[in-house]
DNA sequence: ATAATATATTCGAAGTATCGAATATTCCAA
DNA sequence: TTGGAATATTCGATACTTCGAATATATTAT
């Protein structure tokens, strides 16, 4: 496999690889949402939120359509809400060192969590 | 979904988010190899196939085994190589879409910027 | 013991990602 | 045509990632 299909599926990997991503393509799992109500439900800054949309944007893992005042944004292909969904059963099945994992992340020292 | 969840998944992601640990995943897919036999099928610096191991052994997507001199190295869990079969077949989905981000990529000019 | 081989770790420089604050853009209503 | 709401962009500080060079550790052969 030549390498720039790998740079290209490293870089949607890196796209979803920020929980707020996550978080943002689980709730457009169901359907789309504006940008306002996913900052609403995510609870963070305007600004952040906006720039990780931006993310998802660049690297094509949403689409937004334009109504009037408000941007609606959704997931652009279901493959990715399946990758997600693998991920869950991957979670599920390595429970064990799943949690152990979870621990060092969240000993990790004062780090005001980013 | 609790945030910690989330940041275990985008952890996952992260671990996945290069090139070379992709390549090495892709690899093993097939079954285990020794770390020198990954070195030599990359072509790469010791150290630095080294350092992507630590990182994949870290986040517990391969596991190892001691043989001697040699250290064996396997996938922990098919699921992962079937996120990278999803994530093939995405990109073949959106072929178009990614070829220009690819060649954005691959144009970014003589970025002596970031 | 000593040397040779296989692998891992540490270090420091250079690049990249993340955040909130501030500012800009776009669209609609009065 | 000004004002307000929704969203996007820019900026600078801080944290994280990546690399090769150098070094360390472990295992076998002599």
Redesign the interface.
């Known amino acids: 496999?030549p390498?720039?299909?790998?740079?290209?599926?490293?870089?949607?990997?890196?796209a979803?690889?920020?929980?707020t991503?996550?978080?943002i393509i689980?709730l457009l799992a169901n359907g789309e949402l504006s940008a306002g109500e996913l900052i609403a439900k995510l609870g963070m800054e305007q600004a952040n939120v906006s720039q990780h949309l931006a993310v998802l944007r660049t690297?094509?893992l949403v689409v937004n359509r334009k109504a009037g005042n408000q941007v609606f944004y959704a997931v652009?292909?279901p493959?990715?809400i399946?990758?997600?969904a693998?991920?869950?059963?991957?979670?599920q099945?390595?429970l064990k060192?799943?949690l152990e994992?979870?621990n060092e992340?969240?000993n990790t020292p004062a780090d005001s969590g980013r």
Do not use: C, T, W
């Open positions: 496999m390498d720039s299909l790998r740079r290209f599926k490293a870089d949607i990997f890196q979803l690889a920020h929980p991503r996550i978080a689980e690297k094509q652009r292909d493959i990715i399946k990758v997600l693998l991920m869950r059963r991957y979670f099945k390595n060192g799943a994992l979870l992340i969240d």
